[in-house]
Structures are given as structure tokens and as C-alpha cells.
């Protein structure tokens, strides 16, 4: 801990505003022994959940050093740590309004504010944060995907009260405007990485709910419904299989697995994808005998093939949009390192070597 530490857990306001004159920039980032994320938690603390002096004077320090103090990506870790969003967008304002606006600073992972507030699932901070100038097109640091993927990937719709209808179809008929430009070499999502991708391969574990809410928030034409319901079911499939995306980055790609192995795993992912043409070929025909609409008929089909398929369940590993993969389409799973296949450089299930 500094000296400004104790100051601020012992309210004393005066040795607060002493330390922080001048150049405050090291009661900032100097290392602590409790961090969150670049902040110092106690900072922190102070700055979302209290009111008085020593808020005000850490405010200040922030604004009156921001063109250095922009790493510490304020409003990336507002929505993250405040139990309310009240708490987050009050701070936020206070910046704001000091002229500390730069919303579409990226962190070392490359996301946006506004992605990050969008993976948490905070709505009324991601309309703040669009309300005072951020962008919902601005794409992610090493790929073109946008935040309305990282809302469909985070929020579970089915546990919130009250959803902002206005602000999700915005923020997903945007991705799903900008997943044109993605291209997807994986078989779980062949039209390309969309919000319905993001979905399947978050840890929503209600996920046909979130998409049957997905869809109807962006009041689409039935056609357009079809081809996104077809590609939910294409994807459900897939990780029921158990087969393995290219979609995501492995964990620890530097392991080796013996040939071997790697000629069974690609076997083994040869024979899943015969199963998965052959379910989503009695999705189709299915699909023609039924007089229902495309969300009815993806409960119906599910029901029908529930004994045969497993419930997947999501890897431990759990990692979004990698810094250090470029090829990297979207969020998702890292896999551990024991299912992945390598023969002296990386590559994926199902994909073969040149």
C-alpha cells in the first residue's frame, strides 16, 4: 500500500488532496498488492460507491492528468465492478464532463468501453455510454466484430427484469450488419460470425431463450428469422458433438501431440461432421412439414433430438477475443491445451494440414 492508501481508508480528506497536487500519477499506477485491473482497489472503491472530499479529489487528479492517466481505462472498469450501474454512469459523468471522453481507447484485450459493458450485460451503461458520443460500429483492436457481439455473447436476457429493447436491436442489427464483412472458416457458423455465433459459444446457459428474445427484439421478416434460426440449430448441434471450433483460440498452442493422436482426432472429427450434415438434413426436410414458424420448429427439432444429442456444456477455460491471434473471428472458449491437435505448428479439429 502508498500513503495515499491509508489516507483514503482513514478519510483523512487533507492528506488526500496533498498527495494528489501536481504530478499524481504515481498514486495511480504504482503496483499494489490488490489491483483491479490497472486501478488500485482502494482508489477504486472510493471513486464508485462514496460520496465527499476524497472522491472529488481523485476525480479531479483523473481529469487534470487525463492524457496520461488514459490507460487506466476508466470507463472499461466502471461497469465491471459497480453493483449498481448508478454508481458506474455517476462517476462516469463527473469525467465527462471534466473532458475525459476518449470512449473508444481499447484495452489490452482490444475491446471498447462499450464492449466491455456490453459483455457484462450493463444496458443502461452501454446507453450512457452511446448517449455521450461512443460508437457502435468501432470494431475490436484485431478483428472487424463489434459490441452488439459481445451483448449477444453476454447478457442472459431470460434474468433481466427490464431489457432495453431500442438499445439492443441497435447494438445487434449493427453486428449483424458488420458479421457481412466476417468471414468463418469454422462448420459451426458457415454463413459467417454473427450475434447468433457469439451466442452459442458464450456461457448462456439458456441460450434458445436468448435467442428466441435476440430475434424478436430485431422484428426481422420471416425469412431473415429462417436463416437464423437454421444457423442456432447448425450451431447447437455442433457443440452437442462435442466437435471443435476454429472460431476460437487454444489454450497453450505450443504442445505437441504425438500423430497418432492427431490422425484419431481428425477421425474422430470426420465422423461428427457426417452427423451434424445428417441432423441439419432432417432439420430441412422437417422444416418443410412444418406448419409452425422458425422459433416453434427450433423448440420441435431440439425436442425431437434430445436423447440422441448431449447437453454441452461450456469449457473451463473460458477467454474472449485474443490480442495475440489475428485470424481470431470472435469470442468464445479456450480450449484446454489436451484437445488441441499440432503437428509442428497449430492447427484445429476438423481442419487438415496443407
Given amino acids: ?25 504515481l498514486q495511480f ?7 483491479i485491473y490497472n486501478f488500485p482497489r482502494v482508489i477504486l472503491h472510493e471513486i464508485l460507491w462514496t460520496n465527499g472530499n476524497i472522491k472529488d479529489a481523485l476525480l479531479r487528479a483523473l ?133 447468433v455465433t457469439a451466442l452459442r459459444r458464450s456461457r448462456n446457459y439458456e441460450k434458445r431463450t436468448s435467442f428466441r428474445t435476440l430475434i424478436q427484439c430485431l422484428q426481422w421478416p420471416i425469412d431473415a428469422i429462417e436463416q437464423q434460426a437454421r444457423a442456432f440449430a447448425l450451431g447447437e448441434v455442433f457443440d452437442r458433438l462435442q466437435m471443435t471450433h476454429t472460431c476460437v483460440d487454444i489454450h497453450k498452442p505450443g504442445q505437441q501431440v504425438s500423430e497418432e493422436n492427431r490422425l484419431g482426432i481428425e477421425s ?39 436423447l440422441d444429442l448431449p447437453v454441452y456444456e461450456p469449457s473451463i477455460g473460458y477467454g474472449w477475443l485474443s490480442a495475440d491471434d489475428t485470424n481470431l473471428l470472435g469470442p468464445g472458449p479456450k480450449y484446454q491445451s489436451s484437445r488441441g491437435s499440432f503437428s509442428g505448428k497449430l492447427i484445429y479439429y476438423g481442419h487438415k494440414e496443407p
Wanted: hydrophobic share 40%; aromatic share 12%; glycine share 8%.
Fill in 29 to 35: 499506477t504504482t503496483p499494489r498488492k490488490f489491483k
Fill in 63 to 195: 481529469i487534470r492528468q487525463q492524457y496520461i492517466l488514459g490507460a487506466l481505462e476508466p470507463y472499461h472498469v466502471f461497469p465491471i465492478w459497480a453493483r449498481d450501474e448508478g454508481y458506474s454512469i455517476s462517476a462516469a459523468e463527473r469525467l465527462i464532463s471534466g473532458g475525459f471522453v476518449d470512449f473508444e481507447l481499447q484495452d489490452e484485450s482490444g475491446q471498447t468501453a462499450l464492449m466491455k459493458a456490453c459483455l457484462w450485460g450493463m444496458l443502461r451503461y452501454s446507453r450512457f455510454l452511446l448517449e455521450k458520443g461512443a460508437n457502435a460500429s468501432t470494431p475490436h483492436r484485431d478483428s472487424a466484430v463489434t459490441a452488439g457481439l459481445f451483448l449477444a455473447a453476454g447478457v442472459n436476457f431470460p434474468q433481466i427484469e427490464t431489457v432495453d429493447w431500442e438499445l439492443c436491436a441497435t447494438l445487434l442489427q449493427t453486428a449483424f450488419d458488420a458479421a457481412d464483412t466476417l468471414e468463418s472458416y469454422c462448420l459451426c457458423s458457415p454463413g459467417g460470425f454473427t450475434p
Fill in 1 to 25: 500500500c502508498l500513503p495515499i492508501d491509508f489516507a483514503i481508508q482513514t478519510k483523512c480528506f487533507e492528506v488526500v488532496d496533498l498527495l494528489l497536487e501536481g504530478d499524481s500519477i
Fill in 268 to 306: 474422430d472429427e470426420d465422423e461428427f461432421y457426417n452427423q451434424l450434415q445428417q441432423l441439419m438434413e432432417e432439420y430441412d426436410v422437417g422444416r418443410t412439414e412444418f406448419s409452425g414458424g422458425p422459433l416453434e420448429y427450433l423448440d420441435r427439432f431440439f425436442e425431437m433430438h434430445e
